[in-house]
């Protein structure tokens, strides 16, 4: 729910922005975002797959942390060196902007992604619950504030929120798992071990991460930067849907690893099927009552005239919807210790989603721009699932669960 009550604010933000403000501001976080999920998947991974037994979390903690930093810190790096080069290659001189604001956005954000990291592997989702709800409550107040006092937002304007949304909810999360900020050289898992682990999650998880948080860049190639910004307002909508496959994800994956290491296979089932089950269901629903014409209303009711083009992008976008809770088990086929399975169906996904995205920019169709998310969703999901159906005995007619689940939850609140 603080995910889609800051959704509601991200429309009154987009609202009062103009497009290209708002295109060169979803260029930031796009390309913050990936930066991080590089450093998640090679270096924060390792604290949820091997912080499983306590004599191990001092050097796996350390080994995260070290990576985290060099990781983000050498991204950042890049970008602000080379950003006169990524200027002229996308023909927009306001990268500069963005140059200059992504390195203090990511010390900020280094602490706060590291101790959300100990949270999940502690399931302490109250704190992870509190730590966001400051996050996107802080985040919501400024941002209403400025925009009753100036009337616009300004691309530097939402970066200084995210500055004191990033900055505020990493102080309280340091609070909220300092006790679990041990470091040190003692464990029995090994440096080598943990790098063969996350070698290829972080190809997983960049190359997974490119349609969705460098689509920009992509699109920026061949359209202006007001484009690109009607795009993103309809991503923003988009990522209820992916916040909280997400949010679903974060909670399966510490429990299949678990559950696999005490070899309690039929307990890893039971929770992703049920779980991918009722996402369906969930997804399904609001995808209908969307079609149904909630998104025209909120759109033309939310955003200016300017930004009317979101409404078809973000109908297209339903169809990736539909299919996104099959990627789920992804998390659960790597927590089995095959990430190179899902890596594969990456690669084929993006291939094809590469290839649509260039041919929507070289004809100019700019109302089929979502084309090549859609696409890449689509034919993942469709992998995953037949792989699962396959090798871990995930039936069909389990994506259909919830019917009977639900039913005995009905008896059994009836017989009590």
Avoid at 24 to 39: A, D, E, K, P, Y
Avoid at 150 to 156: E, S
Avoid at 185 to 191: L, Q, T
Avoid at 266 to 294: H, P, Q, R
Wanted: charged fraction near 15%.
């Amino acid at each position: 729910m603080t995910y889609v009550m800051y959704g509601l604010v991200t429309l009154l933000q987009i609202r009062a922005m103009d497009p290209a403000d708002y295109g060169l501001f979803s260029m930031l976080l796009g390309l913050h975002t990936w930066i991080f999920v590089i450093s998640d998947s090679f270096a924060l991974n390792n604290i949820v797959q091997f912080g499983t037994y306590s004599e191990d979390r001092k050097k796996v903690n350390l080994f995260s942390l070290s990576l985290h930093l060099i990781i983000a810190i050498t991204g950042v790096a890049v970008v602000f060196l080379l950003k006169g080069e990524f200027s002229s290659l996308f023909r927009e001189i306001r990268f500069y902007e963005i140059g200059y604001a992504l390195p203090i956005l990511t010390l900020l954000a280094i602490p706060r992604t590291f101790s959300i990291k100990i949270i999940f592997r502690e399931r302490a989702f109250k704190s992870l619950f509190f730590v966001n709800f400051l996050f996107f409550g802080l985040m919501s107040i400024l941002s209403l504030y400025l925009i009753f006092t100036k009337k616009i937002l300004t691309f530097n304007d939402m970066v200084w929120v995210y500055y004191a949304g990033t900055g505020v909810s990493a102080f309280l999360a340091l609070i909220l798992t300092f006790k679990h900020l041990n470091f040190g050289f003692s464990g029995r898992v090994s440096f080598t071990k943990m790098f063969k682990f996350s070698i290829p999650i972080t190809l997983y998880s960049s190359l997974h991460s490119l349609p969705r948080n460098m689509d920009t860049y992509i699109i920026k190639l061949f359209f202006p930067l007001n484009v690109v910004g009607v795009y993103n307002s309809a991503k923003t909508l988009y990522r209820l849907f992916e916040e909280a496959n997400n949010a679903t994800s974060g909670l399966l994956y510490p429990v299949a690893v678990r559950q696999i290491e005490y070899k309690n296979y039929g307990n890893v089932n039971d929770v992703m099927t049920k779980a991918i089950s009722f996402m369906i269901l969930a997804t399904f629903l609001l995808v209908a009552i969307l079609e149904l014409g909630l998104s025209d209303f909120l759109i033309s009711t939310f955003l200016p005239i300017k930004y009317q083009f979101a409404i078809g992008h973000f109908n297209l976008l339903l169809i990736a919807a539909m299919f996104l809770p099959l990627t789920l088990v992804g998390s659960i086929v790597t927590a089995y210790g095959r990430p190179n399975i899902i890596l594969k169906f990456v690669v084929i996904s993006l291939i094809f989603s590469l290839i649509t995205f260039i041919l929507v920019g070289v004809f100019h169709a700019e109302k089929l721009i979502p084309l090549g998310f859609v696409v890449y969703i689509t034919i993942l999901g469709s992998l995953c699932f037949s792989y699962v159906n396959r090798n871990l005995d995930f039936k069909f007619v389990q994506l259909f669960r919830f019917f009977g689940d639900s039913l005995n939850y009905i008896r059994k609140r009836d017989k009590k």
